[in-house]
């Protein structure tokens, strides 16, 4: 029986991890920076551009996320950077959302 | 030629690869589908066509129809209506009420005719929500079961819209690493190897097509994924943030007319007078007419125009309801042109293809094929690459399987309609018993014969000769003949019953012993030709 070398097994959950990164997670912080960039987009002469901009542009902000989390050489700085945009679009959520309560 | 890093170039190949191995045959699916929605309208006025050509679904005596026809309507319906033409430019008016389901998700109820232009007979005339309307839809119901399959597989929202949302994602990775790892992009739109081992042949092919479509695949890939996560994602998240939830609010917004409300029961205005103005007003022709409350003060008309000459996009003009006087012109959402707007008015132009009418229909469905050709012969060449293992070897039969038997079971969706749209009501599982029935049928196929190349010919084959004699069938079924069609200005029949028999013998031609053919070349040769 061979056992997986400790570089193998490195390689091994640096795969996973890129794999959990560019897949669940990076489908979840898009769909928060897009109901996120509501909040902070600015509105335009049609008071519409915050809401229609963001529907419209998802399939854009998940490939550049996708692409971020794939092709960066250092991982634990993808990770960084994704779970920042993330963290950053859920705290302005969540502001809102308390501010707004009745 | 793009720069990359050899270990980039791995990863990118790496993502190409594996994104269209975890999700081609679905992906394969929708585009396909896709492919013949483009002619959806088309598709409607060939299998119901009224007996004479309409050309103007909008004629002097509309206001009369949908006057009469929301008198004997519910008023409780009147909160809202719309009408557009449909199967054989058939006027369908929908009188409705917004409402929410058990699940809380907005729909509307109400009641819903088919209306013949020429005379104003109703001919069709049914109630329920939305959804219940639609299931029990005979005339449109062929071309509504295909663009079903496209938008969702008939899987119930919102699993279905997020699931080919997905698949426009992974269609986005494939077009987007498709066009970085291509490394010497022009010299491969122009370089197919006639003479050369199979595997190269076939991979030039692959590339070839995939090359020239690279552009088309993003637009199609980019616009699809907005259709399908807009609304089943888009919208409850943007609404849930800014409204509270509230999407009928976000919507209202969107569009940006805004309520005044007024009660006051008022006469509609001459609906006729209104479609004569937006004629004059532009040199497009209006395609959809929206009403807010029908019969009070505050009603507004709202009428959605086809694109200008030349243009992406056509102008929406906004009238009272009840005087028939002009508001305002409007961008399909806003009141005012934006960059939102803007890029909104684009997405259906872009995903549809319909701006120029046929020949921008054509130039897309052409593209279409092209991309399921590309999504199809890129799993042949993965599979045949990886053909000493049995899982690629299995993955190859699948991958035949979904090829020919996909447009086999379409066939067999149209084959069961014509027969069944006189006996039943509700179509849609008569469709659906007739595509599953074909498509086991070919799995079985696919199963008990292992060689591809058969289960290629055998399922070509049926899907040719059903082709070549779907247009038989609906002319036994009660359609129009040939020379009817011809005298009352059907082109549309014609021409749809000779496309479905040129491309039932093109199946049938493409039976043909080809020695280099991918699909017929054992695996033992493909290795000799690798080493």
């Not at chain 2, 119930?156 to 997905?166: F, H, I, N, S, Y």
């Amino acid at each position: 029986m061979t056992s997986a070398s400790p570089a193998d097994t490195s390689s091994r959950h640096s795969l996973w991890s890129r794999v959990v990164l560019a897949g669940p997670v990076v489908f979840a912080v898009a769909c928060l920076v897009m109901a996120g960039s509501a909040l902070w987009l600015p509105a335009g002469p049609a008071q519409i551009d915050n809401l229609v901009l963001p529907i419209l542009l998802f399939p854009a902000i998940w490939a550049a996320l996708f692409f971020c989390a794939c092709l960066a050489r250092r991982l634990t700085r993808a990770w960084i950077f994704i779970a920042g945009i993330g963290l950053l679009h859920a705290a302005l959520i969540a502001q809102h959302l308390l501010h707004s309560a009745p | 030629m793009i720069r990359l890093s050899q270990e980039r170039t791995k990863t990118l190949l790496a993502i190409h690869g594996w994104s269209a191995v975890a999700l081609g045959l679905l992906l394969y699916a929708v585009i396909l589908t896709g492919t013949i929605a483009v002619f959806a309208k088309e598709i409607a006025d060939w299998s119901s066509p009224l007996s004479t050509h309409i050309a103007d679904p909008f004629p002097p005596g509309t206001d009369r129809m949908v006057r009469d026809f929301a008198a004997s309507v519910d008023p409780q319906f009147h909160e809202e209506a719309f009408f557009f033409p449909r199967a054989g430019n058939r006027l369908y008016v929908f009188f409705h009420r917004h409402e929410t389901d058990e699940d809380g998700k907005p729909r509307e109820r109400g009641v819903a005719a088919e209306i013949d232009p020429r005379s104003g007979e109703i001919l069709d005339r049914r109630e329920g929500t939305d959804a219940d309307i639609e299931a029990t839809d005979v005339a449109n119901a062929l071309s509504e079961f295909i663009v079903g399959l496209h938008v969702n597989l008939h899987i119930p929202d919102p699993w279905g819209l997020l699931l080919t949302g997905v698949l426009g994602l992974a269609m986005l990775v494939a077009a987007v690493s498709g066009f970085v790892v291509h490394r010497h992009l022009i010299r491969e739109l122009f370089t197919l190897r006639r003479r050369g081992e199979t595997l190269l042949k076939a991979r030039d092919s692959h590339v070839i097509a995939g090359t020239w479509n690279l552009p088309f695949a993003f637009i199609l890939a980019f616009t699809g994924s907005y259709f399908s996560f807009g609304s089943a994602l888009g919208i409850p998240a943007v609404a849930m943030v800014v409204f509270g939830g509230d999407q009928d609010k976000l919507i209202e917004t969107l569009v940006g007319n805004p309520p005044q409300v007024d009660a006051t029961p008022a006469p509609m205005a001459d609906l006729d007078a209104i479609l004569a103005d937006v004629r004059a007003r532009s040199d497009a022709e209006p395609t959809f007419v929206s009403i807010q409350h029908w019969g009070r003060a505050d009603s507004l008309v709202t009428v959605f125009m086809n694109y200008r000459e030349g243009a992406l996009t056509g102008p929406t003009y906004v009238y009272s309801g009840a005087t028939g006087e002009f508001r305002y012109a409007k961008p399909n959402l806003g009141l005012v042109p934006s960059t939102g707007g803007t890029l909104f008015a684009l997405m259906a132009p872009l995903h549809f293809g319909n701006f120029a009418g046929v020949l921008s229909k054509t130039v897309w469905f052409a593209l279409g094929f092209a991309g399921a050709y590309v999504s199809i012969t890129g799993l042949l060449l993965w599979t045949q690459r990886r053909s000493e293992q049995p899982i690629w070897r299995a993955l190859a039969r699948l991958t035949c399987w979904v090829a020919y038997g996909l447009p086999l079971s379409l066939v067999a969706a149209a084959w069961a309609y014509f027969p069944a749209r006189r006996i039943w009501p509700a179509l849609e599982p008569v469709m659906f018993a007739a595509f599953f029935g074909a498509a086991a049928i070919a799995a079985i196929l696919a199963w008990r014969l292992r060689d591809p190349a058969r289960i290629r010919d055998i399922l070509l084959g049926s899907t040719g000769l059903a082709l070549v004699g779907l247009p038989l069938l609906r002319w036994m079924c009660g359609g129009i003949g040939w020379i009817d069609a011809f005298n009352a200005g059907l082109a549309t029949v014609i021409a749809l019953d000779l496309a479905f028999i040129g491309g039932g013998l093109f199946c049938l031609w493409s039976l043909r012993p080809r020695p280099a053919a991918l699909i017929r070349t054992p695996a033992s040769q493909i290795e000799a030709q690798k080493a």
